[in-house]
């Protein structure tokens, strides 16, 4: 149990954590829906109220390097269990390079299920690009080139092409030196192709279950065959562009490689099947369609009976998948658990695209609630995000304003999934009004909290919104298409995020640090902090500042 501090008593009223999700502190306005948004309430707040710059990618979320971008996993991880843990691109990077994963029971097991029926396959689901958000197409190559190594005879990927972590229309980039190296490798009885994909907003990569038809449609596409036929993956590309005119990669639709009309690469029983992606979000539901008997979401038509692995256990509480290749991080002592063992009711609300973010991954990859915990989730539009940028702010709003006039509640957090989610569709103007509902949201939220005695944490778990374009390396401006239109970006950036102490009740007392080491991480003993509480001994240290 947290214990009282003697420094300070802590806030009268709750303390409430704001996640402006995909909400980064660009070097530049160039390119930047953040600037060229309307935004009284947030320019209000960076000019009136205390305000540092939190790192939230790389090191300082637990990925490789500094290279690596954060995202809503690692971000929310970092920010619920006040410390960092190496996460899922990190683990697997090492388990490979170790040989760890090779010797690893689950991977024995996949290898001997793909032997046990004589022309049995070995199949790779997941996204087809080196964003290290979801998944790195290295991880993929190391395990065909080790599928070869044991002897197996086919293996076969359904590549689900990415253009959200990495540049929009970037999938050829993948696809063609992948193709070369399947080619290459092909020798000696091995036979590995790619035998299916789609844009990861097509099908497959839905999460939250906001959109069980795309689950349906990847399962016909990989585990059935069904859907437009082609030569190769590089030929559906091109052709599926060339009917999609303007379609960025994401949002392609479905194609199966075939040979003479049949598909070279339908998942049967007797196979293995692996989904090399490392993070859960967007991994549970096909993974849901593979293993579980009863299941009831669609209609599979055939089953078959396969050794499943994921690249993770994507969830912890629920056991899925029950084979997996490397153990998540074991996230001990978040601030969830240990202000409900303090006592503190707890409140988390978001929309469906982020539900998952403030409660699943806040909580240390758990399903279940601690004792003390309320969750509310808005149901997202099932719609493109350019078109209702505002999405859910306005309901989001409505419920944390009841939850906290309720005064049931000391700690309170919500998540604004806009800026990340209208970012990633790579529409300027959408992203800007994205911004702006934001912005309105919070106008709303504040005179609330005020009225409760309360303070916000006011920060965003990484950058989006903040980079719309593609910059130019030498101009710093951002770079064009052939067309003279702006290369858009939808990944999310390496830019740092804010963190704003919104406090009108403690007389000017309070501000926050900044340090150069100053993360996400460090949000759990500050709101500890305004709490009147010592912070946990495994957590970072608070941010906060007495006057």
Not at 500 to 527: E, F, H, M, P, W
């Amino acid at each position: 149990m947290l214990q009282k501090l003697s420094t300070f008593a802590g806030v009268p009223g709750p303390v409430v954590i704001i996640v402006m999700d995909g909400y980064g502190l660009p070097k530049s306005d160039a390119g930047s829906a953040i600037a060229a948004a309307k935004k009284p309430t947030l320019d209000r707040l960076f000019a009136d109220y205390p305000n540092i710059r939190l790192r939230a990618h790389g090191t300082a979320v637990g990925m490789p390097s500094d290279d690596d971008m954060g995202n809503s996993e690692v971000g929310h991880n970092a920010i619920g269990a006040g410390q960092v843990y190496a996460q899922g691109a990190a683990l697997v990077a090492d388990a490979i390079a170790s040989g760890a994963i090779w010797r690893g029971e689950a991977w024995r097991e996949i290898v001997a299920g793909a032997r046990a029926k004589e022309g049995g396959t070995l199949h790779f689901i997941g996204l087809f690009s080196d964003g290290n958000v979801h998944s790195h197409i290295d991880h993929l190559k190391a395990m065909v080139v080790q599928a070869k190594a044991e002897g197996l005879p086919k293996v076969r990927i359904h590549a689900l092409l990415d253009g959200r972590d990495v540049p929009e229309t970037s999938a050829l980039e993948y696809v063609l030196p992948f193709e070369a190296f399947l080619a290459e490798v092909s020798s000696d009885g091995f036979d590995a192709r790619i035998a299916s994909g789609g844009g990861r907003q097509h099908i497959t990569m839905d999460r939250y279950d906001a959109n069980w038809p795309m689950v349906a449609a990847g399962w016909k596409t990989h585990v059935l065959g069904e859907g437009p036929q082609f030569a190769s993956a590089s030929e559906a590309v091109q052709a599926l562009r060339a009917q999609h005119p303007g379609t960025i990669d994401q949002d392609l639709p479905p194609f199966v490689i075939a040979d003479a009309g049949k598909p070279v690469g339908t998942i049967e029983d007797g196979d293995a099947v692996v989904f090399y992606n490392f993070r859960g979000d967007r991994a549970i539901e096909i993974t849901r369609a593979f293993e579980e008997a009863d299941f009831d979401k669609f209609d599979r038509v055939r089953v078959p009976r396969v050794t499943y692995a994921g690249m993770l256990q994507y969830d912890g509480d629920l056991k899925l998948p029950k084979r997996f290749l490397v153990a998540p991080p074991a996230i001990q002592n978040t601030m969830g658990e240990w202000f409900a063992k303090s006592g503190l009711a707890q409140y988390a609300c978001s929309e469906t695209q982020k539900f998952g973010h403030v409660t699943y991954f806040w909580n240390g990859n758990r399903s279940n609630r601690f004792d003390g915990e309320t969750w509310e989730e808005v149901p997202s539009d099932v719609v493109p995000f350019e078109q209702r940028p505002w999405m859910k702010a306005a309901e989001i709003t409505d419920a944390m304003v009841a939850a906290i006039r309720s005064g049931k509640y000391r700690v309170l957090r919500c998540n604004y999934a806009n800026g990340d989610m209208v970012g990633h569709t790579g529409n300027f103007r959408a992203a800007t009004m994205a911004v702006e509902a934001v912005d309105l949201a919070l106008s709303r939220l504040l005179p609330a909290i005020d009225a409760a005695g309360g303070v916000a944490l006011i920060t965003a778990d990484h950058g989006n919104a903040d980079e719309m374009y593609e910059l130019d390396k030498k101009t710093k401006l951002p770079a064009t298409n052939q067309d003279g239109s702006f290369k858009a970006k939808t990944a999310h950036t390496l830019n740092p995020v804010p963190l704003i102490l919104y406090d009108n009740v403690s007389g000017k007392r309070l501000g926050l640090r900044q340090s150069d080491t100053a993360g996400l991480s460090n949000l759990a003993a500050t709101t500890a902090h305004l709490l009147g509480l010592e912070k946990h001994a495994s957590w970072d240290d608070s941010l906060l500042e007495l006057r």
